[in-house]
């Protein structure tokens, strides 16, 4: 089992990273808090990283995260019946674990219903099924706001559309995503992880 990668931070985009360790370049698919707090590209870096194995089809892929709690917390969403990596990381991706601690804690599932590929039924499933295991992370309620990298505004929808497509979006969701937020004055002020994250909260 792997347990972290310790290396250098080669490239970074909204959905994931590439680290260099032992002359290997990994391929890290990461939560949008982790991306950005991710050091600079070049820079040494350690990030906790969760092997997961698909049986069918085949695949081997490396999930990445800002601590340990993310990665407790991301191990028992996907622990939930019917939710997988690709859900559990845009759920991470929208909700701040430490906010998603809360929720379920009181009981409020409902935030968990405006993120694309939660609905109603499953945001209760896992509402149920995590109340108690979820208390168990610890939870740091005073953690700081990160702050979002930036990003060029030339190409910017066609960025959050790859950022999507990454998260396991097709080309046509992601358009679709993409047209209805792309109308607000304020699209190009955004960074594209504000973005992203904004059309995983359904707004």
């Given at each position: ?57 085949f695949a081997v892929m490396l999930y ?93 929808a066609s960025e959050v559309i790859q ?41």
């Amino acid at each position: 089992m792997i347990d972290y990668i310790k290396g250098k931070l080669v490239s970074k985009k909204t959905a994931g990273m590439v680290i260099e360790a032992g002359g290997i370049g990994y391929s890290i698919n990461a939560t949008l808090g982790t991306i950005e707090n991710t050091g600079e590209t070049g820079s040494e870096t350690m990030i906790p990283v969760h092997l997961h194995i698909k049986d069918n089809p085949f695949a081997v892929m490396l999930y990445g995260f800002r601590d340990e709690n993310e990665r407790e917390c991301f191990r028992q969403i996907i622990s939930v019946s019917g939710i997988g990596p690709k859900t559990a990381l845009s759920i991470l991706s929208a909700i701040n674990y430490n906010e998603l601690i809360e929720m379920i804690a009181k009981g409020n599932y409902h935030p968990l219903t405006t993120i694309s590929g939660v609905g109603k039924k499953t945001a209760e499933r896992l509402a149920v099924e995590l109340k108690d295991k979820i208390g168990k992370i610890e939870s740091d309620v005073t953690s700081s706001s990160v702050n979002t990298g930036k990003f060029g505004e030339l190409g910017k929808a066609s960025e959050v559309i790859q950022a999507l497509m990454a998260l396991g979006y097709n080309r046509i969701e992601a358009d679709k995503m993409v047209k209805t937020i792309s109308s607000r004055s304020d699209f190009m002020d955004m960074p594209v992880e504000t973005i992203v994250r904004e059309i995983l909260r359904g707004k």
